[in-house]
């Protein structure tokens, strides 16, 4: 007798298999037993008839608790009425470790409650399947960047510089000098991409930022792929092509998790198809005063949640928005050729009110203008001579972008808020567990 996978229940329809497996919900009655069991690949149904087994093993299955864990042995059925298409018919069962008093039950618990249990909560049917989405997103994103040529180039977690600005940074000590946790891999990226042509990076970003919205961590994963001689339209087709790929691999892969969160693959399928709508920064300003509902609305402001959230639902496709004033960008940008106030870069903001999930940009070039930028940004000089050797010895056009995981997670999943798209939540007031 093989012990299996309850993934792989439907290779072995009417054999007789061995599942090490959880409870997590059970209901009885004289004659026969549902165990509700999850093995971590799925979820799925044990049922026990008394008159087909011991009288131990129908004493076993009518006591064991929520969480206890076990070995069942039994034969796979085809189960139509689940979500999932099969069960086991269980023969007997081998009691492993004991569980007393969980503390999740099965109804409805607060949020708070939720997060100071999350160790235990991860193992509910929801957070199962976000965490497998999330999963099948960085295995995807693998996929994708070695298919296009990147080389993975790893960015380093403690830094000495600030790219997207001094407010929001965590501060450390590195021996007897200042150091700060990385808030963007970009710049390292910067210089990959001079050394291998197409690079990307996946780490943890940092940011101290005393926002508590539905869409900001402390701490998030960052995917940042950066490419030497290239132009922003080209990044920005990468950038779409990207994005329907993860969307499609998770409609070919993630199927049972989908229907296990109600997700309609329906309204995910739009999103694979290209391109995406591109607008202007001006233009988003103009659709957003004709609105009416956004009155602090004008020209050379950054949109907050609510503006974002309007014209990511004016859409029904993700849409860049492009060319963002100067004043509200980081420094390294491309300024635009023909206009002062704007830089050439583009957001792409996720439908159905998710918001931004890219930041990116072409960068500039010219080691004058960057160094007169970096100044104004009230940031040193000496920190940014490297960064600076990049324009002085064979500069390129070159292109970049990020996408915040857990902001493509939350949308692809449908979550309402984005502590759920990361297995430890990092927010402003937890730290715990
Ligand atoms: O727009 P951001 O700040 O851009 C950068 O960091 C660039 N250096 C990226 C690049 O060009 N290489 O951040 C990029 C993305 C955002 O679009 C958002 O998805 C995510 O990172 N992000 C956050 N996600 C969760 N919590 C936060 N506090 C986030 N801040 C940014
Ligand atoms: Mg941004």
Request: hydrophobic share 35%; charged share 25%; net charge negative.
């Amino acid at each position: 007798m093989e012990t299996i996978s309850i993934i792989d229940a439907k290779k072995h329809v009417n054999e007789k298999v061995k599942i090490g497996v959880w409870l997590t919900n059970k209901r009885s009655s004289g004659k026969i037993a549902f165990l509700q069991l999850r093995d971590g690949t799925a979820f799925f149904q044990g049922v026990v008839v008394k008159n087909n087994v011991t009288a131990e093993t129908f004493a076993l299955a009518k006591e064991v608790r929520q969480e206890e864990s076990m070995y069942v042995t039994g034969t796979i059925h085809e189960d139509t009425r689940s979500h999932f298409g099969y069960e086991i018919e269980i023969e007997a069962i081998e009691p492993v470790g004991t569980s007393k008093d969980y503390p999740i039950a099965p109804k409805e618990h607060g949020t708070d409650f939720l997060m100071d249990h999350r160790h235990l909560w991860l193992r509910s049917k929801r957070q199962f399947a976000i965490m497998k989405i999330r999963s099948e997103i960085i295995r995807a994103t693998y996929e994708f960047f070695h298919k296009e040529g990147f080389v993975k180039f790893d960015a380093p977690i403690l830094t000495g510089s600030a790219p997207e600005g001094t407010t929001e940074l965590f501060h450390t000590e590195y021996f007897d000098r200042d150091a700060y946790l990385s808030q963007s891999g970009q710049l390292y990226e910067e210089a990959g991409a001079m050394a291998y042509g197409k690079v990307f990076s996946f780490g943890p970003t940092f940011r101290a930022e005393k926002s508590k919205t539905r869409r900001h961590l402390i701490e998030f994963w960052m995917i940042e792929p950066e490419m030497a001689f290239m132009h922003q339209e080209e990044s920005l087709e990468i950038q779409e092509r990207y994005i329907a790929f993860l969307v499609q691999n998770v409609l070919d892969n993630c199927q049972y998790e989908l229907k296990l969160l109600g997700r309609d693959p329906q309204v995910l399928q739009r999103y694979t198809e290209l391109p995406y709508p591109r607008i202007s920064y001006d233009e988003a300003i103009e659709l957003l005063q004709k609105a009416g509902d956004f009155p602090d609305v004008k020209w050379g402001k950054d949109f907050g949640s609510p503006e974002e959230t309007y014209l990511a639902e004016h859409f029904s496709k993700p849409v860049f928005v492009l060319n963002y004033p100067k004043a509200i960008k980081p420094f390294y940008m491309k300024p635009h050729p023909t206009r002062e106030d704007v830089v050439i870069c583009a957001d792409l903001l996720a439908p159905e009110g998710y918001g931004e999930i890219i930041g990116g940009s072409e960068r500039a070039t010219d080691p004058a203008y960057l160094e007169a930028q970096i100044e104004k940004a009230g940031l040193d000089k000496a920190d940014y001579q490297w960064y600076l050797d990049l324009r002085r010895y064979g500069s390129v056009p070159h292109s970049g972008f990020g996408l915040g995981l857990e902001r493509a997670v939350t949308w692809i999943t449908g979550e309402d808020h984005i502590r759920e798209a990361i297995p430890f939540p990092r927010l402003l007031n937890r730290i715990y567990p």
